[in-house]
Nanobody, 122 residues
Framework: QMQLTESGGGLVQAGGSLRLSCRAGRRTANPAGMAWFRQASGKEREFVASITGNGDATKYSDSVKGRFTVSRDNAKNTLYLQMNSLSPDDAGTYYC???????????????WGQGTQVTVSS
């Protein structure tokens, strides 16, 4: 079982930046692939970015590519999401997720945090 706790959400003006963090409750010998998802009000949850267990590969949705950066510090059991050039379309609840594999696979996101709210004012 992996407990995930997000932080860093808040209110920011359009064009601004935020850095989200997600701390995992325990360290493992084979770190899981991790990701950020988000859900806007009235919409389905969508994939934002993912990173492999050792941090050597990342993936991004087209909507955030070039603006967001996912990273991790396994020594601190922490996942990050640096978000730049934010727009109102980026607003929503951001969730941290852990995969069953170190190289993430679709439909294998089995651990979820409670989410952190991001609000972007225009």
């Amino acid at each position: 079982q992996m407990q995930l706790t997000e932080s860093g959400g808040g209110l920011v003006q359009a064009g601004g930046s935020l850095r989200l963090s997600c701390r995992a409750g325990r360290r493992t010998a084979n770190p899981a692939g991790m990701a950020w998802f988000r859900q806007a009000s009235g919409k389905e949850r969508e994939f934002v970015a993912s990173i492999t267990g050792n941090g050597d590969a990342t993936k991004y949705s087209d909507s955030v590519k070039g603006r967001f950066t996912v990273s991790r510090d396994n020594a601190k059991n922490t996942l990050y999401l640096q978000m730049n050039s934010l727009s109102p379309d980026d607003a929503g609840t951001y969730y941290c997720a852990g995969n069953a594999y170190s190289n993430p696979r679709d439909r294998s996101w089995i651990y979820w945090g409670q989410g952190t709210q991001v609000t972007v004012s225009s």
